[in-house]
């Protein structure tokens, strides 16, 4: 469940209607351990899911102000997998209701689009996507 807001007792009832999508690319889901960083804000996430064209992932909501243009680092645990600073486009960032209601840590999940990357980096990531993902998301 996604809320472009913090949330609260009173606002854990509403939802944002996620219907509209205009992906060109398949999305696909990872085994743990993938993770993005965005070194500007000092920022890291688990990832959700990706594709080609981009990435959304799930990290602590804190109070640091994230520029919507950063380059990110995609990085696994035991993969071999490290693209630096990869353009990204931030998309959108929602609040995700904490599955655990005894925790008031928030979090945010983050969305977003890859920009134009180096013929590296889209052989790195061509060859993560064929070799470690798990199905479509």
């Not at 470690?132 to 998301?137: D, G, I, K, L, R």
């Amino acid at each position: 469940m996604y809320l472009p807001f913090p949330p609260t007792q009173q606002t854990r009832k509403k939802v944002v209607n996620m219907k509209d999508d205009r992906r060109k690319y398949k999305r696909y889901t990872l085994k743990d351990g993938t993770f993005v960083s965005i070194s500007s804000c000092f920022l890291v996430g688990q990832v959700k899911d990706i594709s080609k064209g981009g990435v959304s992932f799930t990290c602590l909501a804190t109070e640091s102000k994230i520029d919507k243009n950063p380059s990110v680092d995609l990085f696994s645990r035991g993969k071999g997998l490290y693209i630096r600073e990869i353009p990204f486009n931030i998309v959108s960032e929602t609040y995700v209701l904490n599955q655990n209601p005894c925790s008031s840590m928030q979090i945010k999940r983050i969305a977003g689009a890859f920009g134009k990357m180096s013929e590296h980096q889209e052989s790195e990531l061509d060859l993560f996507l064929k070799n470690y993902t798990v199905a479509e998301a």
